[in-house]
């Protein structure tokens, strides 16, 4: 195990043992055979096809893909319950893409689409509920904070960010939803036959959720990564963000005001500091529409040569759909946005505009166009078409090809 593995999770599950035997005192001895037993399984699919268009000398991505995901939450016993979930990836009659991160060596003369197929085990662990205001998890698990911008679980992938983890959670305080979690290692979605599949660190997240009325909160957070192998990714984060509300004629005004301060951590070669801001508002009308406006901005450090990162994110869902910014560009990145939505029939539609440049420096790198329709067919079927249109600027010094990307996708759920 790395440094201070052991002392870390002797001194947290010593915290665990009076929660422990107040859960058992309280709920008495039950069959754990029953609690196995009496638990509760789900299967689910999602066909994807994605089609990828870059002005380059990679031949089109055609990906056809499909995920089947299998789990299992037990009943509880004596405060305790578990959770398993195994999912598989397959290749279904196309395969002209490459899967990305070594995963498809002999395709490498297409474009990107990263859903390499496979089998993995996406979950695996165990919760201990000792009442209502504590949660403990311990194994291999999602974990989602906030909008997902600085820890997610890559979700739009067919394979999983998931992590190997101790987590708590607790409402102890009022009107407070703290969570912390140690990270030992991050599963990514390139699985485990990539060399980047598996990543070891020492993380360790801190996020406190504070209620100041029913229509404000602040987020304050402390993400701190230290990374065995990826060096470049181990930073320091504390940051804070502030969310409310408020009605505005028949409909509602929802505000975002954040940010955060980055400087390297543990052996990042890289010594550095940047921040990161994000303002955003939405009008949503009684109607079902919905429009928003937004500013996001990932600094750069010019005399370091580096710029702010976020490593464990769901990226997809940020900087446009195309992923032209999964890596933020040594120049930072500023993103200003529009988003629409509304509903035609039974469709929700979504339309986004996104104007990308430098943070230094004063490059334009281009803009993007993202729509998508999304069906839900009956309670157990949904149906999802999207696109993404990256068209990049003469003048930038980054990208030098245009993007086009589709997708059809299919989900299922017993």
Not at 71 to 86: D, K, V
Not at 251 to 269: I, M, T, V
Not at 370 to 380: E, H, I, N, Q, W
């Amino acid at each position: 195990m790395n440094r201070n593995h052991n002392i870390l999770l002797t001194s947290l599950l010593s915290l665990l043992l009076p929660f422990a035997a107040s859960a058992a005192e309280e709920e008495g001895a039950t069959d754990i055979g029953s609690a196995i037993t009496s638990g509760k399984a789900t299967i689910s699919g999602r066909y994807r096809y994605e089609y990828v268009d870059q002005d380059n000398i990679l031949k089109n991505a055609n990906a056809s893909t499909l995920r089947l995901r299998l789990n299992y939450r037990t009943g509880q016993w004596q405060g305790w319950s578990g959770f398993a979930e195994f999912d598989h990836v397959f290749h279904v009659l196309i395969d002209e893409f490459n899967s990305g991160a070594g995963t498809s060596p002999n395709r490498t003369e297409y474009s990107v689409v990263a859903d390499p197929k496979g089998s993995d085990l996406n979950q695996l662990y165990f919760d201990l509920d000792p009442n209502d205001d504590w949660k403990y998890r311990f194994g291999r698990q999602r974990i989602l904070l906030d909008n997902q911008r600085f820890v997610g679980g890559v979700g739009w992938r067919q394979n999983e960010q998931t992590y190997d983890a101790l987590t708590l959670n607790t409402k102890a305080i009022s009107k407070t939803a703290l969570s912390y979690s140690y990270l030992n290692s991050v599963r990514r979605i390139f699985g485990q036959t990539s060399p980047v599949g598996k990543e070891r660190l020492d993380g360790h997240l801190f996020n406190a959720k504070i209620t100041i009325s029913d229509a404000f909160s602040v987020t304050p957070y402390v993400y701190y990564l230290d990374y065995d192998t990826a060096l470049v990714n181990s930073t320091a984060t504390l940051g804070a963000r502030l969310a409310g509300s408020a009605g505005l004629g028949s409909g509602k005004f929802k505000w975002l005001a954040e940010f955060a301060r980055q400087s390297d951590a543990g052996d990042n070669p890289t010594s550095y500091d940047a921040d990161y801001y994000h303002l955003n508002g939405a009008y949503a009308a009684g109607n079902g529409m919905t429009i928003g406006l937004g500013y996001e901005v990932l600094g750069s450090d010019p005399g370091a040569g580096a710029a702010f990162t976020t490593p464990l994110a769901t990226l997809h869902a940020f900087n446009g759909w195309a992923d032209q910014f999964v890596i933020t560009p040594d120049a930072g990145l500023e993103d200003v946005y529009v988003n629409f939505k509304m509903k035609a029939g039974k469709w929700n539609l979504t339309f986004v505009y996104h104007d990308f440049s430098s943070d230094t420096g004063g490059f334009d790198y281009g803009n993007e166009i993202d729509v998508s329709g999304a069906l839900k067919l009956t309670d157990r079927y949904g149906l999802l078409l999207k696109g993404a249109f990256f068209s990049v600027d003469s003048s930038s010094p980054l990208f030098d090809v245009d993007t086009n990307k589709f997708w059809v996708m299919l989900t299922a759920s017993y």
